[in-house]
């Protein structure tokens, strides 16, 4: 179970990104996180796993205060909170497979990840996982020959080998076309289901998140506006959460047609060093 009690973001500029934000995510439950752009979001998902260090409140994980753990502490926190990335946050030159085994960094010693040995149910896990998304076919294909929704199926199968108890996800289609937004969306819904896993899910299209979620927690300006059923979500509910902005803008036509073809996913604009990913996996507390 996840609990924030009181959480608050003040950054040194004086922006203040969240105000007393206070909510619980029980076992099992798939939370959509929506809002304006500079509402809080990803600041909010970034605290709870301190990416991003909240100015006060606490953060819980189960009996865990997340937000007085020492480094070391921290660390072994991380490797119970698996997170999916909006830019996918892969190791471009590494196959499928790799990446994937990457999500135990944080259960091996540095030698043993440097050379790839992980033990044997680690990478039994993996080809399970990776079928499970879908990409059984693609276990020896580099990461940066894969289409967009190809890279977030091997995102989702990375964070679901640290063994979490808790998934973040962070815009996990805002680079996917429609259909492959979908695909995605009921993938992460569907594992939660299947495992009890809580999770929450900062999503840009409320059409999306009214589909395949069953609560939303909407954000306007760092505070808690809104906290209910999707089928509540009408026109004065989505103005208190985007304010004067069109929310209409945000309610995306999806087709209704499923594919199970990943060709029609958008390809990825750049990718980043290997350095910068791995740096920002140990950030995410995969080492």
């Avoid at 902005?245 to 060709?263: F, V």
């Amino acid at each position: 179970m996840l609990r924030l009690n009181d959480l608050t973001k003040v950054y040194a500029t004086g922006d203040r990104a969240l105000s007393g934000v206070t909510f619980t995510v029980e076992p099992g439950q798939v939370v959509g996180l929506i809002g304006p752009s500079g509402a809080g979001k990803s600041t909010l998902i970034r605290c709870v796993n301190r990416l991003i260090e909240p100015t006060s409140g606490q953060v819980f994980l189960g009996d865990i205060d997340v937000t007085k753990l020492s480094r070391r502490g921290l660390r072994q926190v991380r490797r119970r909170i698996g997170m999916i990335f909006q830019e996918y946050a892969l190791v471009e030159r590494l196959t499928v497979m790799e990446n994937v085994l990457s999500g135990r960094l944080g259960y091996v010693g540095f030698w043993r990840s440097f050379f790839r040995r992980f033990p044997p149910e680690a990478v039994e896990k993996a080809y399970r996982l990776l079928d499970r998304v879908g990409l059984s076919d693609q276990v020896d294909k580099r990461a940066d020959a894969l289409s967009g929704g190809q890279r977030q199926r091997v995102g989702i199968a990375r964070a679901l080998e640290q063994d979490p108890d808790l998934l973040l996800v962070d815009e996990p289609t805002a680079s996917l076309d429609p259909k492959t937004s979908r695909q995605i969306m009921r993938l992460i819904v569907e594992i939660c289901d299947e495992s009890g896993l809580p999770a929450i899910i900062n999503i840009h299209d409320v059409a999306l998140a009214q589909q395949f979620v069953r609560r939303i927690i909407g954000l306007q300006a760092g505070v808690v506006v809104f906290d209910g059923n999707p089928a509540d979500l009408d026109a004065e509910v989505l103005t208190r959460i985007y304010g004067e902005e069109d929310w209409s803008a945000t309610i995306r036509k999806a087709d209704d047609e499923e594919s199970g073809d990943a060709g029609d996913d958008v390809l990825p604009k750049t990718s980043d060093p290997v350095s910068e990913v791995i740096d920002r996996e140990r950030l995410a507390g995969l080492t």
